[in-house]
């Protein structure tokens, strides 16, 4: 059941205007009195635009209104028109227009109007102000709210003006105050005469605020009783008495203390009315509205104007925030009261920022109103924001409240607890235990809000008390004392909260335990401060054995001990790790082998890995493994002991490998084991002999032997063990032989660096891993073992040739016999063994080879890398050949044929001196030209040798041409010295090859880009000709009319019978489009007008011929630029000559153009007609207004076509050049007569006015006549 005392709540319902049930639900609406009349009514006049008759149930009879004893109620009948099945949608410019109508638009311009008239009647009335006394000038102000208060009377008896009226009551209300104030800061109270002013203004306003408060016409929902009325005239009269001393501060703090006692008393006993109360436009009721606007204005007068300390107003603030945000809470509809909540908690933090330095008393009491203000809004809303603002402004509290101890007290204090925990030097540190018990108090509240089952902002709370607990914590690390008690507390406080909760946090759980034993830890630290690394090391460890020990079995407690273990050990493993970094790093100061203590790590984890059950065994099992490699880093450094850590690593892993039988462990005791003999080797242990570098090799090569020959043996064996041992020994001495490759390969390239000197030792062991690889792959295909081998050949070649001249040119012509020789032998295996396909390795050595050549010689340029180069695309092409899926690397085989060649050009070209670099292209075209004819010419051999087809063949040429043509366009561009024959028989070389490309094969469908491509040679030759005698006499003589000779070349290429003679006639004609264009664009500035002309008819010609009427666009340009040379040789300099043509151009486009003529692009049509006319008339509004009678003219001009000929664009740049043109003389004049512009202020203010009230009185009649209009512009052009 509702209670009496809340507020009504409105609600919303959005219904479709066009609904055809909407009347009927209104009569029902009607007859459950729901709504009223008035309000049907309303709704009928503001929504509903379709015509509606209501008829009575008896027709004859008209209706009579009585009422009777017992009202039975005639129902409402409603007829509607049919309705369309999809309504029309009207225009933006009808929607923007109807929008004018509505109550924000209204209330908008009825703003503007009132600002306008009180702004310019200001101003005019400044002007004159001096000319006032004090009540002459205070007389403007009280007249000014007599008069809105008239009209407000006026309005509210218009049943139509209904938006209005309110409007002017809210702006005489507002006005009360400021006239209390007026009178108190013009000092009427100084002259008896005033006095009676002052009695008859107070009186007078006290009698306004009282009728309109009253007047339920224009404001519905004012609460009933007197204090509410009493309390809003007493805000205006406590701005009285200002001079005194001391009273603003008393006034304010009466206004806030007063209206917040009136206002909570009002709303706890009064009733509140729920008939015809309407939604308040404001978020909360206008009473209430005008309520914070009189305090707010109380506390502006009184910090800005009076100069009040504002840090004496922080509880005055605080508690004007906490009214207004009870206020939108008691008295608002849901959304809208958002702002007025924004602005409740905006001056509640204004009031604690300006109290809390120098008035805490005040911020703490402004910091209780917060918590009660987020308290309720928590209990309401259950946001994680609201509780965040509760922990923070409980936190602040205590500091404040710390802030009202005496000094005295507080100094005994500090001293005290710092002595007690010898925190002298950091008195801080106490906050950790300090604010401890804000921590239970915290997990108090959550514990509460778990109780009303809000789990979620519950959780955010321990989560931000977690937070404020580590924080705590941390502060407390810097003193032993403090941290110890913290830890304690902490772990205490921490299974509490876990022993009070239903369900297990494993987190926590953990977070708990380790608590626990970070407290040992720190209380010993806090009894024995000077323990050294290693012990404490020790000490961990003890630890995590005692952990590890209670692990075992099952539940979260011993799982936690686990982790805890793990952290225990990398903790003990950091520390260690301090000394054996130095002993890795070379410094051998205070050599200690404490670090072989942690080696207990790993045999720990293997006994609980041996204890434990599927998964943990898993896990210590691997962590066993990780422990035991990593614990290699601790002993590896010191000799001697390095044994005994690889001892128990070979130890540790035999275990695992004989309980879980991994390939990767029996890698792993491999590993150990190779490194244990190694150790033995370098040590020297057992009379064994120090190697030099070259024995570690041949060393090496024989320990991959004996691991491929135990592997032999082992397999032999067959059972499960020997089979893994087997697997892993192999994968050993594959990556052994891949590393002792690698280094052989960095031996051999530092022999030819000239860094070192080769050996027999290095050869033998290169034939050991040789035989090893060929003992491993004896019987087996693995192409691994090939490249193995070509590997194990390259070494020995390189090897061999090093006890000679150290060339790396021999070892480039050896990989390329080496690829040569392993390609032939491949052909051979294929014949001998008749295999369909070779392995991959047949064809990807030789390519290894030749490629390893060519990055061999990349530093040399001799006779004879041409051949060498030669030698590579003779491998890649001889392999190339074997497959389909080859082709590629015969493509590139076949390019390095070219490069071959190119290469011995330019050999025979350095050789040259004095030469220009375009003879160079010159030549490389050329060859690139007899390279092209000689793949044309000997194609039917070379499709049986390379098996391609001849499409294939063909292309390759296309490439070449496309290669030479290429090198020809450059060096038209440079300098050529050399016989010009050769230039042009190049150029006429490949001309002919893409023209004649261009007609031979009808069938293909690129054909017309091999004419294209020839025409732009033919071009490039022409650019070269110009250099010639009779080039110079056209491009110098006859440059100005090159573009009306080009216009006849043109016009033959347009006519001739192409297609008779055997090509398609699109590319000639596409030529003789472009070609008087490309004339032109050279020739520039240069350029006749008359030949523009020219060239203009020429491009008619074609539109006429094409019947494309778009090339006159072109002649439009051409026409433009002709007209602009002529403007500049007559010496025309005034812009608008040279706008209007681009203006008109733009207004033919939009004329002429066949698509713009569619239905379907009129916008676009309108928009570019718009930018034609739009540019010539605002170019007179921007540069003309000096002379007004310019772009007055072609307004006119404009506005006149618009109405003769029906073209929108027209008629809206024309009327609205006329329009800123009048506007901008009129401002222009005013400025002159600055009277004058107040008084056109104050007219169109009044103007504004008029407008919204007729919107608001005539929205139906206004709204058709803008439809009318609208209808009749969408029928023009």
């Known amino acids: 059941m509702t209670s009496p005392f809340e507020p009504s709540q409105k609600i919303p319902v959005k219904l479709p205007s066009n609904h055809p049930d909407l009347l009927l639900g209104l009569d029902d609406l009607l007859n459950l009195g729901l709504i009223s009349d008035d309000q049907v009514k309303q709704i009928s006049r503001q929504y509903l635009t379709c015509t509606v008759v209501f008829t009575p149930q008896t027709a004859s009879e008209p209706e009579e209104i009585f009422t009777p004893s017992t009202p039975p109620r005639k129902p409402l009948i409603a007829t509607l028109p049919p309705i369309p099945t999809v309504p029309k949608k009207p225009s933006f410019v009808n929607s923007m227009l109807q929008s004018f109508g509505e109550e924000l638009s209204v209330r908008w311009l009825l703003f503007l109007g009132i600002f306008l008239v009180v702004l310019s009647s200001g101003v005019l009335a400044a002007s004159q102000w001096e000319r006032f006394p004090a009540v002459g000038q205070y007389g403007v102000l009280f007249a000014y709210t007599l008069s809105f208060c008239g009209f407000t009377f006026w309005a509210g008896k218009q049943s139509n003006l209904r938006l209005t009226a309110q409007t002017l009551l809210i702006v005489t209300l507002l006005l009360v105050p400021i006239n209390f104030w007026a009178m108190d800061s013009f000092s009427l109270w100084q002259n008896p005469l005033n006095l009676i002013v002052i009695g008859i203004a107070s009186l007078t306003l006290t009698f306004i605020t009282n009728q309109l408060c009253q007047n339920r016409n224009i404001i519905t929902n004012f609460p009933s009783g007197k204090l509410p009325l009493i309390n809003i005239i007493g805000l205006s009269y406590l701005h009285w008495g200002w001079k005194l001393s001391n009273f603003p501060l008393i006034a304010v703090y009466l206004a806030m203390i007063g209206t917040t006692t009136i206002t909570v008393y009002n709303q706890l006993t009064q009733p509140q009315e729920n008939t015809n109360i309407e939604t308040p436009q404001w978020g909360i009721s206008l009473y209430f509205t005008f309520l914070i606007y009189a305090l707010l204005t109380l506390l502006t007068r009184a910090i800005f104007i009076a100069g009040v300390n504002i840090t004496q107003l922080g509880l005055a603030i605080g508690i004007c925030g906490g009214l207004v945000i009870w206020l939108s809470e008691k008295n608002s509809s849901t959304n809208p009261s958002i702002l007025w909540e924004e602005l409740g908690r905006s001056l509640l933090l204004l009031g604690w920022l300006v109290s809390v330095i120098t008035e805490p008393v005040q911020a703490i009491i402004v910091s209780i109103l917060s918590l009660w203000v987020f308290s309720r809004r928590l209990q309401r809303y259950n946001l994680q924001k609201d509780f965040l603002a509760i922990f923070l402004i409980g936190l602040q509290t205590i500091w404040l409240g710390w802030r009202l101890i005496p000094n005295e007290l507080k100094t005994l204090l500090i001293s005290t607890a710092t002595h007690l925990t010898n925190s002298q030097n950091e008195p801080w540190v106490l906050l950790s235990i300090a604010l401890f018990p804000y921590i239970i108090l915290m997990l108090w509240l959550t514990d509460k809000l778990h109780d009303q089952e809000n789990q979620e902002l519950a959780d955010f709370g321990e989560y931000l008390t977690l937070f404020l607990g580590i924080c705590l914590t941390i502060i407390s690390l810097v003193n032993p004392t403090l941290r110890t008690a913290n830890f304690l507390l902490s772990t205490i406080t921490l299974a509490t909260f876990i022993q009070r909760r239903a369900a297990f946090y494993p987190p926590l759980i953990y977070l708990t335990h380790g608590m626990g034993v970070l407290t040992l830890i720190s209380s010993i630290n806090w009894f024995l401060p000077s323990l050294n690394q290693e012990i404490w090391a020790g000490i961990l460890l003890a630890i995590m054995i005692a952990e590890w020990g209670f692990s075992l079995g099952e539940g979260i407690t011993r799982r936690s001990a686990w982790y805890i273990g793990l952290v225990l050990a990398a903790i003990s493993f950091s520390l260690l790790w301090v000394n054996a970094q130095n002993y890795w790093a070379g410094n051998w100061q205070n050599q200690n082998s404490l670090g072989v203590i942690w080696l207990i790590t790993p045999l720990a984890l293997t006994g609980l890995a041996i204890r434990n059950t599927e998964p943990n065994r898993t896990n210590n099992r691997f962590l066993s493994v990780f422990a035991v490699g990593i614990s290699q880093l601790l002993t590896l450094p010191l000799p001697g002991i390095r044994l005994i850590g690889l001892g128990v690593g070979i130890a540790v892993m035999l275990v695992h490998t004989r309980y879980s039988r991994n390939q990767i462990y029996a890698g792993i005791i491999i590993g150990f084991g190779l490194s244990f003999l190694t150790a033995l080797l370098g040590e020297g242990v057992f009379g064994l002999i120090q190697l030099k570098i070259s024995g570690w090799f041949v060393v090496t090569a024989l320990t991959i032997l004996s691991l491929w020959l135990w592997r032999g043996v082992l397999l032999r064996k067959g059972t499960e063990l020997a089979i893994i041992y087997a697997a892993a020994s192999d994968k050993w001495a594959i990556a052994l032989c891949t590393i002792e490759l690698s280094a052989l390969t960095l031996h051999s390239s530092l022999i030819y660096q000239g860094t070192i000197k080769t050996e027999y030792f290095y050869i033998i062991t290169t034939a050991i891993i040789l035989g090893a690889i060929v003992y491993r792959s004896w019987g087996q295909s693995k192409e691994a073992a090939f490249y193995g081998i070509g590997w194990c050949l390259e070494l020995l070649t390189a090897e061999i040739l090093g006890f000679g001249e150290h060339s790396i040119i021999r070892i480039a012509i050896a990989n390329i016999i080496l690829g040569l020789t392993t390609q032939l032998f491949g052909e051979w295996w294929r014949r001998k063994h008749q295999l369909q396909t070779l392995p991959n390795s047949f064809h990807i050595l030789p390519l290894i080879y030749g490629a390893f050549s060519v990055i061999l010689r990349l530093n040399t340029f001799a006779n004879f890398t041409g051949f060498c180069s030669l030698g590579v ?311 003309y207004q000096n002379l007004p009678f310019i772009p007055g003219v072609f307004s006119l001009i404009t506005i006149f076509a618009g109405l003769g000929l029906k073209v929108r664009a027209f008629l809206y740049v024309g009327t609205g050049t006329f329009l800123i043109t009048s506007i901008y003389q009129l401002v222009i004049f005013s400025l002159s007569y600055s009277f004058l512009k107040w008084i056109v202020g104050l007219l169109v203010g009044i103007l504004l006015i008029y407008i919204a009230a007729n919107f608001e009185t005539r929205r139906t009649q206004i709204t058709a006549l803008l439809r009318n209009i609208s209808d009749e512009f969408a029928n023009w052009d």
């Open 873 to 1183: 695309a003779l491998i890649m092409i001889g392999v190339g050949r074997r497959r389909e899926a080859f082709k590629p690397l015969l493509y590139f085989g076949i390019i390095g044929l070219s490069i071959s060649a190119y290469e011995l050009l330019f050999y025979q070209m350095s050789l040259s001196k004095g030469e220009a670099l375009g003879d160079g292209l010159i030549a490389m075209s050329a060859l690139g030209t007899s390279i092209m004819y000689a793949y044309r010419i000997l194609t039917p051999w070379l499709i049986s040798y390379l098996g391609l087809n001849s499409q294939e063949l063909k292309n390759i040429a296309h490439l070449h041409w496309v290669w030479s043509s290429i090198l020809f366009l450059f060096a038209m561009t440079l300098p050529i010295q050399i016989n010009s024959s050769i230039v042009l028989g190049t150029g006429l070389f490949l001309v002919r090859y893409a023209i004649w490309q261009g007609k031979e094969n009808s069938q293909e469908t690129n054909q017309e880009i091999w004419v294209y491509l020839g025409l732009i040679e033919v071009g490039i030759i022409g650019i070269y000709l110009q250099n010639l005698p009779i080039g110079r006499l056209i491009s110098e003589q006859l440059l100005p009319w090159n573009g009306a000779i080009s216009c006849l070349f043109a016009y033959f290429l347009y006519i001739l019978p192409w297609q008779r003679l055997g090509w398609s006639k699109t590319p000639w004609q596409r030529t003789a489009y472009i070609l008087p264009l490309i004339i032109v664009g050279t020739t520039g500035l240069t350029t006749y007008p008359i030949t523009l002309i020219i060239v203009a008819a020429y491009y008619v010609f074609l539109a006429n011929a094409a019947t494309q009427i778009r090339f006159t666009y072109i002649s439009l340009i051409l026409i433009d630029w002709a007209l602009f040379t002529w403007f500049n040789d007559l010496n025309f300099r005034d812009s608008l000559w040279y706008v209007i043509p681009i203006g008109l151009s733009l207004l033919y486009i939009a004329q002429i153009d066949e698509q713009l003529k569619l239905s379907t692009t009129k916008p676009l049509r309108h928009s570019l007609r718009m930018l034609g006319s739009g540019l010539i008339c605002g170019w007179t509004i921007l540069f």
